[in-house]
């Protein structure tokens, strides 16, 4: 089955970019919107945004200006990079499959802005 | 921005017996041309990622145990677990996914 899997550091510096790449696995990569979601520790789920695999993205609008998704096609991959990190962004960042609705996750990766 | 209020922000319930998690929308989520409302119910366990139980409001997910349904229409929604067992203890979220940005209640914490 679909198997999704986030990878990059753990810890990044305030200031710095925060990039990550979701994996996917075990099916097909076309006619789905991928997603990024964060969860900050003990707190909710907060949509960050989503790409095509045609390329074409959507963001949130209170991170739009420090995101920026893509897509790699041939090698099934994903990827976020927010720029600018404070602690704020200190948070478990899943990625997730979307056709209709987001209907799998991959286990997510946390992720601390510290200096 | 759509927003999703979720009531309540937790619940205790007994072994056995019902819950009940409610969901407004601040906008219709009802889509007219195919009289679907896109409304998703997800369940969270601690440190696992959320699983997706219903979907177009009132559809259970693969595998998902018929004791979870969901239904509403328009702007309100309710998730109900007809008998709640040790496993369902977790925090469940609701999501809309007619527009963007995509949008999720707080969350309501479910024990026992």
């Known amino acids: 089955q679909v198997q999704l899997q986030e990878s990059g550091p753990g810890l990044v510096r305030p200031s710095e970019t925060l990039s990550l790449t979701c994996t996917v696995s075990g099916g097909s990569f076309g006619y789905y919107s991928w997603s990024w979601i964060r969860q900050p520790p003990g707190r909710g789920l907060e949509w960050i945004g989503s790409?095509?695999?045609?390329?074409?993205?959507d963001y949130t609008p209170s991170l739009e200006s420090r995101v920026t998704l893509s897509v790699d096609t041939s090698k099934n991959q994903f990827s976020l990079k927010l720029n600018s990190v404070t602690a704020a962004d200190t948070a478990v960042y899943y990625c997730?499959?979307?056709?209709?609705?987001?209907?799998?996750w991959g286990q997510g990766t946390l992720v601390i802005v510290s200096s | 921005d759509i927003v999703m209020t979720q009531s309540p922000d937790s619940l205790a319930v007994s072994l056995g017996e019902r819950a009940t998690i409610n969901c407004k929308s601040s906008?219709?989520?009802?889509?007219?041309?195919?009289?679907?409302?896109?409304l998703a119910w997800f369940q969270q366990k601690p440190g696992q990622p959320p699983q997706l139980l219903i979907f177009w409001a009132s559809t259970r997910a693969s595998g998902v145990p018929d004791r979870f349904s969901g239904s509403g229409s328009g702007t309100d929604f309710t998730l109900t677990i007809s008998s709640l067992q040790a496993e369902d203890v977790a925090v469940y979220y609701c999501?809309?996914?007619?527009?963007?940005?995509?949008?999720f209640g707080q969350g309501t914490k479910v024990e026992i």
């Open positions: 999501q809309q996914y007619i527009t963007t940005p995509r949008t």
């Open positions: 790409i095509l695999y045609s390329g074409s993205s």
């Open positions: 997730a499959r979307e056709g209709n609705y987001i209907d799998i």
């Open positions: 906008q219709d989520l009802l889509y007219s041309s195919n009289n679907h409302n896109y």
